[in-house]
């Protein structure tokens, strides 16, 4: 069993930043590729980005160039970095292993 716990969510100002983290239990996460969603209200759920067991990250066209996936084996954690935001990235973000595991979300607001 493996569970994602999702934080560094939060209310934030247009153009800002946050870095959200997704720490996972089990011993499985290294070798899994890891998955960012998005869920804003009244919307599809979208894929943000996701990162490879080797590093290799492919992200949403809309979204390159100002968010960031990374992670850290060492630690368990998935990282998205996310700058220069804006009101229509407020959403609740998941992240995703890709075997049927999901978190349970953290909000990012972007509002003045």
């Known amino acids: 069993q493996v569970q994602l716990v999702e934080s560094g969510g939060g209310l934030v100002q247009p153009g800002g930043s946050l870095r959200l983290s997704c720490a996972a239990s089990?011993?499985?996460?290294?070798?899994?590729?890891v998955y960012w969603y998005r869920q804003a209200p009244g919307k599809q759920r979208e894929m943000v980005a996701f990162?490879?067991?080797?590093?290799?990250?492919t992200y949403a066209d809309s979204l390159k160039g100002r968010f960031t996936i990374s992670r850290d084996n060492a630690k368990n954690t998935v990282y998205l970095q996310m700058n220069s935001l804006k009101p229509e990235d407020t959403a609740v973000y998941h992240c995703?292993?890709?075997?049927?595991?999901w978190g349970q979300g953290t909000q990012v607001t972007v509002s003045s």
């Open positions: 995703y292993i890709p075997i049927g595991f």
């Open positions: 990162i490879t067991t080797d590093g290799t990250t």
């Open positions: 089990g011993s499985i996460f290294s070798s899994r590729f």
